[in-house]
């Protein structure tokens, strides 16, 4: 049966853009963000073509765990939120992932438990981004609290960069401050920066980086693309032309009749709407790609369908292939079109959606 919208994952591409990580960091080890299904590429390819190649995978909580460790993967997976509930001590002890520790809620639970081996910890410190963590002055108290706790093992200190991506260095260049005066003289690693952070910090590259974004190959910085910095795109998402019409001049199409066409034009409506995935504020104007063409959205994004403007792409038939992002299209590009990121794009896709992958030779 012919497939209404595809996405397809390059598994070479995201090898590339682990290689990427590398020539940035290559005296760091690597904790590679798989959450959130791998950035909605799919957990399970992701974490079988990574599987010791990286040195951990952050993960959000024990089930995005237990997912990858059911794949028979080796790499240690960390837990970026930590416990979520005192009763998860005993599994994550069992399973033997490691933990992100940011609450004294979660420190009096350790204390406590009851373990065969000790659990890992990264101790993170907020230096800024007001999310999770411990106030850096704490950083003394907390390790030697650690280090009394039996059931705990100190891997080190994490913290995360809040404006990384961002032009302005101010508020980095004082969380890397704030970070490094905290943990000077602590026993144990570190590590700090995320994609944007390894790749506009040369000092953020210590003991272990945390690249997420740019292994799927979307640029972490403002107003960047991707190919600017060699990183390839991983997915491609892909739909059909289903119905062209020609509609006169002065009309509108679609939901609130917001576009209307200032001449007679020919309109396409593709099979992918924000049902499945397709940014629903996507603006008229937002690139999709029709025969290798450059065409633009027009009118609301509705549940199944999009309307493009095909006076681009005269040639243009019913049953076309076009191409909503990745590929020639930059991800980052729609995103902005659509006032988001590209994370989201990503992670935005529903089950509609069939996913393939071309696998590395
Ligand atoms: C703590 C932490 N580290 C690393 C990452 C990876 O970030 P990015 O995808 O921007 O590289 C994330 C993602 O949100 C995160 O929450």
Sequence with gaps: MPERVTATVDLSALRHNLQRVRQYAPTSRIMGALKADAYGHGTAAVARTLDGELD??????????????????????VL?????????????????????????????CLQNARVSQPIPVWVKLDTGMNRLGFCPEQAQRLAA??????????????????????????????????????VEGLPGQRTIANS???????????DWVRPGIMLYGASPLEGRLARQDDLRPTMRVESRLIAIREVPAGQAVGYGSEWRCA???????????YGDGYPRHARSGTPVLVQGQVVSLIGRVSMDMITVDLRACPQAQVGDAATLWGG??????VAAHAGTIAYDLFCGLTNRVRYHYQHPD
Aim: some cysteine; charged content about 15%; overall charge negative.
């Design 145 to 182: 609290a650690v280090q009394a706790i039996p059931s705990v093992r100190l891997l080190g200190w994490m913290t995360h960069l809040a404006n990384a991506d961002a032009a302005e260095p101010e508020s980095t260049l004082e969380q890397l401050t704030r970070f490094f005066a905290a």
């Design 263 to 273: 001449e007679p034009t020919r309109v396409g409506v593709i099979a992918m709407g």
């Design 328 to 333: 020639a299209l930059p991800v980052e590009t």
């Design 56 to 77: 951990a995978y952050a993960v959000a909580c024990l089930e995005e765990a237990e997912a990858i460790r059911s794949l028979g993967c080796s790499t240690p997976c």
């Design 196 to 206: 944007a952070g390894l790749m506009a910090y040369p000092q953020a590259r210590v």
């Design 80 to 108: 970026l939120e930590g416990l979520l509930h005192p009763s998860e001590v005993s599994t994550v002890a069992a399973r033997g992932d490691c933990l992100v520790l940011h609450a004294d809620w979660q420190l009096d």
